[in-house]
């Protein structure tokens, strides 16, 4: 396949990554039917990093991060780089300059399916990355790849424009064409789990909240008193 550089994607609607925002990583994927999360080897360099935006997705040689660059150029605000790698690599494809670069684009964060580098300028810029590995090892820009075709990122399929979400529990993919209906299935799961947050405060047990008596039943567990 030749390399290509895809410059107008169709991004999905604003208002629904904006819906997306308000939710943690664990209820989109809830939400999802427990799809769509990336592997979790991939770790934010700061705890408190969060990140929702649109794909823009980067496929790279190992140790060459010419098509990072590449991708600066397609990059509009509210993106996040999606970048993965022909074959494993843990060399630092990204550091400060590239965040800066990125975030002068308007790009939100960055997930890499390899190495990153300058974490404690990242940190500083507060500019959210998650990734494989953190390493200081360098990298050339000399190979070709692609930039806007759908990519398999840390056991996931993106492509671009699916909406991004990442934070301190991980990163999970949300096609766009079900932005709308996951943001709504989050919020209901939101609003149930306050109720049931409330339950268990006022001493409720999630054996009977959740009908587990019967489940433990079934199972054969029997209560013993010594």
């Known amino acids: 396949m030749s390399s290509v550089i895809v410059t107008h994607i169709e991004r999905a609607d604003s208002d629904d990554v904006q819906a997306l925002s308000a939710f943690g990583v664990a209820t989109v994927h809830e939400a999802m039917g427990r799809r769509g999360l990336m592997n979790p080897y991939l770790r934010p360099i700061y705890d408190d990093a969060k990140v929702c935006g649109t794909a823009v997705t980067v496929s790279c040689h190992p140790g060459d991060n010419l098509m990072i660059h590449a991708a600066m150029e397609v990059c509009r605000p509210g993106d996040v780089l999606v ?33 990153v580098r300058d974490t404690v300028e990242l940190t500083e810029m507060r500019f959210p990355v998650w990734a494989k590995a953190i390493s200081a090892k360098g990298t050339v820009k000399a190979t070709a790849g692609s930039v806007n075709i759908p990519v398999v990122c840390a056991g996931c399929i993106v492509n671009p424009g699916d909406v991004i979400v990442g934070d301190r529990d991980g990163v999970v993919v949300v096609p766009k064409a079900e932005a709308a209906q996951v943001a709504q299935a989050a919020q209901a799961r939101t609003d149930k789990e306050a109720n049931v947050r409330n339950r268990l405060a006022q001493g409720e047990l999630g054996l009977d909240i959740y009908g587990l008596r019967e489940k433990l039943k079934a199972l054969n567990v029997n209560y013993v008193s010594n």
Request: no cysteine; net charge negative; proline share 0%.
């Open 83 to 115: 970048v993965t790698v022909t074959s494993a690599s843990t060399d630092g494809m990204f550091g400060e300059l590239l965040g800066v670069s990125a975030r002068a684009q308007g790009a939100q964060g960055l997930i890499i399916d390899a190495g």
